[in-house]
Nanobody, 124 residues
Framework: QVQLVESGGGLVQAGGSLRLSCAASRRTSSYNMAWFRRAPGKEREFVAAISWVLGRTLYAGSVQGRFTISGNNAETTVYLHMNSLKPEDKAVYYC??????????????????WGQGTQVTVSS
């Protein structure tokens, strides 16, 4: 089991940047890690994922080229670097960890552990 705590959210102007952090209670190298988000009035959607086992990353089309998912050397923190933010990026962002590592997925059922979320607001 792993506990996840997100931080780094806040208010930023359109075009600005933020870096979200996800602190894990244990090394994340045994998991696929991902970020999802839920905008007001919308369903939760996939943002990005990283697989240490496969050495791969996966991004939603809406953030491709603007967001980058990465981890620290100790493999205890996962980051989401967000650039060129848009008002439509406003959402609560959730970190997730999945035990299935033979593939990388953008589907939430593949992820077993979730953080509480951090709010990102982008003003126009």
């Amino acid at each position: 089991q792993v506990q996840l705590v997100e931080s780094g959210g806040g208010l930023v102007q359109a075009g600005g940047s933020l870096r979200l952090s996800c602190a894990a209670s244990r090394r994340t190298s045994s998991y696929n890690m991902a970020w999802f988000r839920r905008a007001p009035g919308k369903e939760r959607e996939f943002v990005a994922a990283i697989s240490w086992v496969l050495g791969r990353t996966l991004y939603a089309g809406s953030v491709q080229g603007r967001f980058t998912i990465s981890g620290n050397n100790a493999e205890t923190t996962v980051y989401l670097h967000m650039n060129s933010l848009k008002p439509e990026d406003k959402a609560v962002y959730y970190c997730a960890a999945g035990s299935i590592t033979y593939s990388i997925s953008n589907e939430s059922p593949y992820y077993d552990y979730w953080g509480q979320g951090t709010q990102v607001t982008v003003s126009s």
